[in-house]
């Protein structure tokens, strides 16, 4: 199976799990929904590993990591005049991400 190519070719469950799974532990029995685990790992993007505590944890494989790095964030910046942008600390707080542009 083809690896997607950027994190919008992913549901925005299946993108908000694997950012999730890259920035901390996200427990293997934990609030991730059963299909999403499957649809990541059906794509070769998540697999099990153990944190530092050695608890089981989901963690995104180099493909995933990979598609995280590709993924340049559209968000709405704070200050109207400069439209968008991908950087998290000048967009406006607890906006979602833009739609990309097409």
Not at 17 to 43: D, H, Q, S, Y
Not at 64 to 93: V, W
């Amino acid at each position: 199976m083809s690896h997607p190519r950027f994190l919008t070719d992913l549901t925005r469950q299946q993108a908000r799990w694997l950012t999730a799974c890259a920035n901390g532990p996200v427990l293997i029995n934990g609030p991730i929904p059963a299909v999403t685990v499957a649809a990541l790992e059906r794509k070769g993007l998540i697999v099990e590993g153990r944190d530092r505590r050695a608890r089981p944890v989901w963690q995104p494989t180099p493909a995933g990591h990979e598609l995280l790095r590709a993924h340049e964030p559209r968000l709405l910046a704070a200050r109207s005049e400069h439209g968008y942008t991908s950087i998290p600390a000048k967009a406006m707080p607890g906006e979602p991400e833009a739609i990309p542009a097409q």
